[in-house]
């Protein structure tokens, strides 16, 4: 599964924010789904859950990203990520 890139920009209220959903497998076996997120430009906060298989974390992704689309969020498709802070 590709890392899923989501982005909400509200300029009124000077909100620049980003939020990234990656399935990755770990050292030892299992998988992990991480998250990280944060304003655009500096480094965000990262957490990783861990999950028995690949499938589990994959299943595990779309209901994530539901709920930050609720909030706000919206998906930017591969290759247009903005750096700017």
């Not at 859950?49 to 779309?62: D, K, N, R």
Request: no cysteine.
């Amino acid at each position: 599964m590709p890392a899923l890139y989501l982005e909400k920009r509200i300029p009124a209220l000077n909100q620049k924010r980003f939020y990234t959903i990656t399935v990755t497998p770990t050292l030892f076996g299992p998988w992990a789904l991480v998250r990280e997120w944060g304003r655009i430009g500096p480094p965000g906060t990262v957490r990783e859950t861990g999950f028995a298989s690949e499938h589990a974390a994959v299943t595990a992704s779309p209901s994530l990203r539901r709920r930050k689309e609720r909030r706000g969020y919206a998906l930017v498709p591969s290759g247009l990520k903005t750096e700017d802070s």
